[in-house]
């Protein structure tokens, strides 16, 4: 038996701040010497996608597409094409509860600029008209979007980060780096291989963990209201907004998802934390692969219930943490 040392069995990290966050690569530095240049490569495959997903950079390219698509149809390259399609076949499988549309209510409501307000009722009314996900017109045959109307605009805030932990994974599998953790920013993890542990943290206590997970070859993602809010009149408002009904979303505090891909992983954490425990149960039993670990407000309480659905008993151990 060959033994290894504390050092040689520490993984090594290589991590850049990009999309406004810090992602991060993890691997065993003895088991793929060639990890280091596998992970800046699958970095570097993150920045092209900013330049490609953000809205906050006036040259990318979902930037050119708000601002054309309501003239003419706009051609895509297959990557994107392929997302598009993807998040509305999440929208309707999830019955809207989350768009890649929504940006108008985003701004409405003042969190595209960090300072929450509560809307008039002519401009709620006009942002409600110009989020649907069905009015976007997607043209598999010319690989193409055109929106039916002005004011419709693409958002991938709901799903950015998954989708490029996905895609720059490739650069890792194509340098034979098979098994690794590529997490972005707090909320997302993709984990390529068996066994791999994930905390997911207390939405109370900072530094103490509610639980964690064992994720094979899957994602995690979590979707929360503790950090992006603002309150008005002794009412708290959450960055998380029901496309539905242009409101931002109550009753829930926090919301996990496991998934077999990063970009599912965090398409559903936005759409449980709209959906609520009852039709995230739903989702979970029609959708296997899916599971979800949700923390519910008892205000009378000022504490909260844990809710789970869809995991395996051996996915999932509570820490002594849990309790509010």
Same mark, same amino acid.
């Given at each position: 038996?060959?033994?290894?040392?504390? @050092?040689?069995?520490?993984?090594?990290?290589?991590?850049?701040?990009?999309?406004?966050?810090?992602?991060?690569?993890?691997?065993?530095?003895?088991?793929?010497?060639? +990890?280091?240049?596998?992970?800046?490569?699958?970095?570097?495959?993150?920045?092209?996608?900013?330049?490609?997903?953000?809205?906050?950079?006036?040259?990318?390219?979902?930037?050119?597409?708000?601002?054309?698509?309501?003239?003419?149809?706009?051609?895509?390259?297959?990557?994107?094409?392929?997302?598009?399609?993807?998040?509305?076949?999440?929208?309707?499988?999830?019955?809207?509860?989350?768009?890649?549309?929504?940006?108008?209510?985003?701004?409405?409501? +003042?969190?595209?600029?960090?300072?929450?307000?509560?809307?008039?009722?002519?401009?709620?009314?006009?942002?409600?008209?110009?989020?649907?996900?069905?009015?976007?017109?997607?043209?598999?045959?010319?690989?193409?979007?055109?929106?039916?109307?002005?004011?419709?605009?693409?958002?991938?805030?709901?799903?950015?980060?998954?989708? $490029?932990?996905?895609?720059?994974?490739?650069?890792?599998?194509?340098?034979?780096?098979?098994?690794?953790?590529?997490?972005?920013? *707090?909320?997302?993890?993709?984990?390529?291989?068996?066994?791999?542990?994930?905390?997911?943290?207390?939405?109370?206590?900072?530094?103490?963990?509610?639980?964690?997970?064992? *994720?094979?070859?899957?994602?995690? $993602?979590?979707?929360?209201?503790?950090?992006?809010?603002?309150?008005?009149?002794?009412?708290?408002?959450?960055? *998380?907004?029901?496309?539905?009904?242009? *409101?931002?979303?109550?009753?829930?505090?926090?919301?996990?998802?496991?998934?077999?891909?990063?970009?599912?992983? @965090?398409?559903?954490?936005? $759409?449980?934390?709209?959906?609520?425990?009852?039709?995230?149960?739903?989702?979970?039993?029609?959708?296997? +692969?899916?599971?979800?670990?949700?923390?519910?407000?008892?205000?009378?309480?000022? +504490?909260?219930?844990?809710?789970?659905?869809?995991?395996?008993?051996?996915?999932?151990?509570?820490?002594?943490?849990?309790?509010?």
């Amino acid at each position: 038996m060959t033994w290894r040392t504390p @050092e040689e069995l520490a993984l090594l990290t290589v991590s850049r701040k990009v999309m406004n966050d810090e992602f991060e690569a993890a691997f065993s530095r003895l088991d793929f010497p060639q +990890g280091t240049q596998a992970a800046l490569d699958a970095l570097d495959e993150v920045e092209r996608l900013e330049q490609v997903l953000s809205v906050f950079r006036f040259d990318s390219r979902v930037q050119y597409i708000n601002l054309t698509a309501h003239e003419i149809p706009v051609r895509l390259d297959e990557e994107l094409f392929n997302l598009i399609t993807l998040c509305v076949e999440f929208a309707e499988k999830t019955g809207g509860a989350v768009d890649i549309t929504s940006s108008p209510l985003w701004k409405a409501w +003042g969190f595209s600029k960090r300072k929450g307000q509560i809307p008039t009722a002519s401009a709620l009314e006009t942002a409600l008209a110009n989020t649907d996900y069905r009015l976007l017109e997607l043209n598999s045959e010319t690989r193409t979007i055109r929106f039916k109307k002005k004011g419709v605009e693409l958002n991938f805030g709901c799903v950015g980060k998954g989708f $490029a932990l996905d895609i720059a994974a490739r650069k890792l599998w194509e340098q034979q780096v098979d098994r690794f953790l590529f997490q972005g920013g *707090l909320s997302s993890v993709l984990a390529v291989g068996s066994g791999w542990k994930i905390g997911v943290a207390h939405p109370m206590r900072p530094g103490k963990r509610l639980a964690e997970l064992i *994720l094979n070859n899957e994602a995690v $993602a979590t979707s929360g209201s503790q950090k992006q809010f603002f309150r008005y009149n002794g009412r708290r408002y959450s960055h *998380l907004i029901d496309p539905r009904t242009g *409101l931002p979303a109550e009753g829930v505090i926090s919301v996990t998802v496991i998934a077999p891909t990063a970009t599912q992983a @965090e398409l559903l954490s936005t $759409a449980f934390f709209i959906l609520g425990a009852e039709q995230t149960e739903e989702y979970c039993k029609k959708y296997s +692969g899916i599971a979800a670990l949700m923390t519910i407000p008892i205000p009378q309480k000022a +504490g909260f219930e844990i809710r789970s659905f869809g995991f395996d008993k051996e996915q999932i151990r509570f820490t002594d943490d849990r309790k509010d």
